[in-house]
């Protein structure tokens, strides 16, 4: 049956009342398969007309824009149901990413707490190893100025308050002390007004350098120290020949390069017109200095096998406790062996004196 113009308002009316109402300003779907349609069938109408297969092509043509419309509106509302979610995921997403720039933050805090941390530990570190050097090496006789923070550690270590000087920060020199035990970093005239160094703790801001006075200044204790290794070095060879010494191949050594201090050269020679001993080992290295400037202050030595025994021992022990002035021993005990035999320790105490064996005596 052909189509009148009723029929083609209608098929048109239909599609349009199917189609999705669009938001104004933009044609919806709906208008755009409408239109299609309508185009559609104006071009090709008259020929419906004649083809007695037209109410069947229409009827096509209705259904196919049905499920065409179907499917548009089925598309158009999951499309906004997606970018009406995508705002709230997006969001929800964000809410949970870490917060790297306070996290990083945090992070630099700790370990600048934690550098912190150690830079004072260091410092602490040094001051006691630098007390407990002092403490245990240096003459009971000796003044010291000190940094307040190394004179609390002095004090904590059995160092005598009267003995100690508060060196402040402003100080041009040591006031009037023998020793000074401070930090290089804050006193520039350190190394100019106590040359001698004796002990050198900690490294950087840490460091605390242990100095002796010398009078006349660097120049002067320059000179002096050149002669006095010349002397030692004279005297250790001269004390390697002597037949009541026996010494091993690194103390042999030792004495040859000047490394043993003047003091324990002269006492050795003493104790060897007596009795005949063997030189175990030199001992009490200076830390941080070399032994050309800071000798060895310690020896232990034992009788010669069947050449003295106890009694030569005994007879040496009383002799060192018997010296006096420079020659006094910081310490003098026997001790045990690992043989099992007895042995003598001495100890002089530093700075050691330059000049000794040449009759010019300094330090």
């Known amino acids: 049956m052909p189509f009148t113009d009723s029929r083609e308002q209608h098929v048109t009316e239909t599609v349009r009342s199917a189609a999705p109402q669009a938001r104004p300003g933009a044609p919806s779907w709906g208008q755009v398969l409408a239109t299609t349609v309508r185009l559609w069938a104006a071009r090709r109408w008259q020929r419906l007309r004649r083809s007695r297969r037209a109410w069947l092509v229409a009827i096509c043509v209705l259904a196919v824009a049905a499920v065409a419309l179907t499917a548009v509106v089925q598309l158009t509302g999951t499309s906004s149901g997606q970018a009406a979610r995508a705002p709230a995921s997006g ?43 002092i403490a245990g090496q240096v003459g009971d006789d000796e003044t010291i100025a000190c940094d307040p923070s190394v004179c609390t550690a002095l004090a904590a270590h059995g160092v005598a308050s009267s003995r100690l000087l508060s060196l402040p920060p402003s100080a041009s020199g040591p006031p009037g002390a023998d020793i000074v035990a401070a930090s290089p970093s804050t006193h520039a005239w350190l190394s100019a007004d106590a040359p001698t160094l004796l002990a050198s703790v900690g490294s950087g801001a840490s460091l605390i350098e242990v100095r002796a006075v010398y009078p006349g200044g660097a120049a002067a204790y320059q000179t002096a120290l050149r002669s006095d290794l010349a002397a030692r070095r004279s005297a250790g060879a001269q004390l390697m020949h002597s037949r009541r010494i026996e010494v091993s191949a690194q103390g042999a050594d030792q004495l040859a390069a000047g490394e043993v201090d003047t003091r324990l050269l002269v006492m050795l020679a003493v104790l060897a017109s007596q009795h005949s001993w063997r030189v175990i080992t030199f001992g009490d290295a200076s830390p941080g200095v070399p032994l050309t400037a800071a000798p060895y202050r310690q020896v232990i030595i034992a009788a010669a096998a069947g050449r003295g025994g106890t009694a030569g021992l005994a007879a040496a022990l009383a002799l060192l406790r018997a010296q006096r002035g420079l020659y006094q021993p910081a310490q003098v005990t026997t001790v045990r062996l690992a043989g099992g035999q007895a042995g003598l320790r001495i100890d002089f105490a530093a700075p050691s004196p330059l000049g000794l064996l040449a009759g010019s005596i300094s330090g």
């Open 91 to 133: 969001r929800a997403g964000q809410s949970r990413l870490p917060r790297g720039g306070p996290a990083r933050s945090s992070g630099a805090a700790t370990a600048a707490r934690a550098q912190a941390a150690a830079v004072r530990a260091q410092a602490v570190a040094a001051r006691t190893q630098a007390a407990a050097w």
